[in-house]
């Protein structure tokens, strides 16, 4: 894994009615997959629904056709900046792949995406000075934790006294059954696996 983070030099500039007709045509493949011909096997079907997944991933179509706000990119992950920030320089860390969550990262994304989000969080706090007193690392995993879009995503946000945002505990949610015995142990034994 190289470690070296490149300024992104190489945009690619597809026309948009390319990417439009691509996504077209993927839709008509599914569409034909699993209508046209039922006895096709449930498979092949979930086959074509995750190129179609890729196909209409905003950020897949956004790395591969250049139009995101890039700042950086890896071997495996790219930086870019989000395009509604919570607060200036608010950047998200993206792996190339196409992977929903951050239990479908192999090791390699997981480990060039912190180096990475290290280097945004240095390289903001050295260019924006005391506007970054801080920074919150911040990722949601599915749809029910608030993922919006299901490409995983890590968010380095600036922070600074009295900006506003709020990460706050909801005390009235506790308490909260306790993990069993058994339940503490699986996990262990899981996470050491
Ligand atoms: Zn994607």
């Given at each position: 894994m190289s470690a070296v983070v490149l300024p992104f030099l190489h945009r690619l500039n597809r026309p948009r009615?390319?990417?439009?007709?691509?996504?077209?045509c993927c839709v008509a493949q599914a569409l034909l997959g699993l209508w046209s011909n039922p006895s096709k096997s449930r498979r092949t079907g979930l086959g074509i629904l995750g190129v179609m997944a890729v196909k209409l991933c905003v950020?897949?179509?956004?790395?591969?056709?250049?139009?995101?706000?890039?700042?950086?990119?890896?071997?495996?992950?790219v930086a870019v900046y989000d395009r509604h920030p919570i607060n200036r320089g608010h950047v998200l860390v993206i792996p190339k792949r196409h992977a929903?969550?951050?239990?479908?990262?192999?090791?390699?994304?997981?480990?060039?995406?912190?180096?990475?989000a290290q280097r945004?969080?240095?390289?903001?706090?050295?260019v924006l000075g005391v506007e970054v007193e801080g920074t919150n690392l911040h990722m949601s995993n599915g749809s029910s934790a608030g993922q919006e879009v299901l490409h995983a995503h890590l968010h380095v946000i600036p922070r600074s006294a009295g900006d506003g945002?709020?990460?706050?505990?909801d005390l009235s949610r506790y308490p909260q059954p306790p993990l069993t015995p058994d339940e503490?142990?699986?996990i262990a034994?899981?996470?050491s696996d």
């Open positions: 009615l390319g990417i439009c007709a691509s996504v077209l950020f897949c179509v956004g790395i591969q056709t250049g139009e995101l706000d890039f700042v950086a990119a890896g071997q495996l992950v929903p969550d951050l239990s479908s990262l192999t090791r390699d994304e997981l480990v060039e995406a912190a180096i990475v945004v969080d240095r390289a903001l706090r050295v945002l709020e990460l706050r505990e503490r142990s699986a034994l899981a996470i």
